[in-house]
C-alpha cells in the first residue's frame, strides 16, 4: 500500500486524464480488435496464438480471482482513496489485475513474435504503462499486476512453440483446441459447484461465474471457426492497405454491433453470456470473413 500512497500524492488532472486514457488497453474490446486485424489482415496463426493466450489467460485471472478472495486496495485501507472514475470499471476481486493480464498477454504476445524493433519497442512500452495505469489509479496493487505480469509471461512464452507446432499440423491444433474447451467446461463446472466459503461475496462469486460461461462460449465458438476454416471456408488474409480497413472497420463495427445484440436475447444471463460470445467469435471469424473475396475484387479493379 505504500507504492499505492506515493503514487496517490502524485496525481494531477493532466496525468490522470492521459492514465485513465492508456488503462482501456487493457479491456476486452482491445483484445477482440487486435485479434481480430491480426486472423483477418496479418496472420491467421498469430490470430489463434493472441486468441489462445487471451482466452486462457483471463480464465486462469478469473480462477485467482475467487481462489484469494482479496478485496480491492481501497476496500483494505479505507484510509486510501482511489480515482473516483475509475472505481466503477473496477468490479470483481483485485487479485490479479485482469487489465494487465490482458494488455501484457496480448502486446507481449505480438513483442514474442515480431521482427519490427519499433512495434516490438512500442509493445512493451504498452506492457509496462497499462499496469502502472491501475496503480496510479489506486484500483490495483503492486502484488496484483506483478501477478498478472507473471501468469500472461508464462502464456506468452509456453504457448508459443505450443500452438506454433500445433498449427503446422491440423489434427495439433485440433488436439490444443479442444483441450481448451475442456478447461473451459471444467471452469464452469468448478465455479457451478465448488463449496465456496460463506464469506465469500454471492455478487462476485456470480461475476466469476458470468465469466466462466462467457469464455466457455468464445472457447466453443474458437473450435468451430477453425474446423470451418479448415474444412470449407480457407479465407485469405491478403490485401492492399485499403482493402485491410474495409475489411477491419466494417468487421469490428459489426462484431461489437452483433455482440450487443445477441445481449437482447430472452435468455437467463449466463446462458445469454454463452449465446453471445458463442456467436460472437462464429460472425467474427467465420461470417465476417465470406465476405473478403468479395472485397479483394474491388482491388482487382483498380
Given amino acids: 500500500m505504500e507504492f499505492l500512497y506515493f503514487l496517490e500524492d502524485l496525481r494531477n488532472p493532466a496525468c490522470t486524464f492521459f492514465m485513465q486514457l492508456f488503462t482501456h488497453l487493457g479491456e476486452e474490446t482491445v483484445f477482440m480488435a487486435v485479434a481480430m486485424f491480426f486472423l483477418w489482415c496479418?496472420?491467421?496463426?498469430?490470430?489463434?496464438?493472441?486468441?489462445?493466450?487471451?482466452?486462457?489467460?483471463?480464465?486462469?485471472?478469473?480462477l485467482l480471482?475467487?481462489?484469494f478472495r482479496i478485496p480491492r486496495p481501497w476496500v483494505r485501507d479505507p484510509g486510501f482513496s482511489a480515482v473516483e472514475s475509475a472505481i466503477p470499471e473496477a468490479s470483481g476481486y483485485?487479485?490479479?489485475?485482469?487489465?494487465?493480464?490482458?494488455?501484457?498477454?496480448?502486446?507481449?504476445?505480438?513483442?514474442?513474435?515480431?521482427?519490427?524493433k519499433w512495434l516490438r519497442i512500442l509493445c512493451l512500452v504498452i506492457c509496462a504503462i497499462v499496469p502502472l495505469t491501475r496503480m496510479y489509479l489506486g484500483v490495483h496493487t503492486p502484488a496484483?499486476?506483478?501477478?498478472?505480469?507473471?501468469?500472461?509471461?508464462?502464456?506468452?512464452?509456453?504457448?508459443?512453440?505450443?500452438?506454433?507446432?500445433?498449427?503446422e499440423?491440423?489434427?495439433?491444433?485440433?488436439g490444443l483446441l479442444i483441450a481448451l474447451l475442456v478447461w473451459s467446461v471444467g471452469q464452469v463446472l468448478f465455479m457451478e459447484f465448488f463449496p465456496f466459503p460463506a464469506d465469500a461475496s454471492?455478487?462476485?462469486?456470480?461475476?466469476?461465474?458470468k465469466n466462466a460461461y462467457k469464455m466457455l462460449g468464445a472457447v466453443a465458438g474458437f473450435v468451430v471457426v477453425y474446423e470451418l476454416d479448415q474444412r470449407h471456408i480457407h479465407y485469405d488474409i491478403s490485401g492492399c492497405w485499403w482493402v485491410q480497413l474495409l475489411k477491419f472497420i466494417p468487421g469490428l463495427l459489426l462484431s461489437v454491433g452483433v455482440?450487443?445484440?445477441?445481449?437482447?436475447i430472452p435468455l437467463p444471463e449466463l446462458y445469454n453470456r454463452l449465446v453471445a460470445y458463442f456467436f460472437l467469435v462464429i460472425f467474427a471469424g467465420a461470417v465476417w470473413p465470406l465476405s473478403f473475396q468479395y472485397i479483394r475484387r474491388l482491388e482487382k479493379k483498380k
Fill in 202 to 209: 454471492s455478487e462476485e462469486l456470480y461475476s466469476g461465474l
Fill in 259 to 264: 455482440k450487443e445484440l445477441l445481449y437482447l
Fill in 144 to 167: 496484483d499486476v506483478g501477478v498478472s505480469i507473471l501468469v500472461a509471461g508464462l502464456l506468452i512464452f509456453g504457448l508459443y512453440p505450443l500452438v506454433h507446432k500445433a498449427n
Fill in 42 to 62: 496479418v496472420d491467421k496463426f498469430k490470430g489463434y496464438y493472441l486468441l489462445t493466450v487471451g482466452f486462457l489467460g483471463t480464465q486462469i485471472n478469473q
Fill in 169 to 174: 499440423n491440423p489434427k495439433g491444433m485440433r
Fill in 94 to 116: 483485485s487479485f490479479p489485475s485482469g487489465h494487465t493480464q490482458s494488455a501484457v498477454g496480448t502486446f507481449g504476445g505480438i513483442a514474442r513474435w515480431t521482427h519490427r
Fill in 65 to 67: 480471482k475467487v481462489t
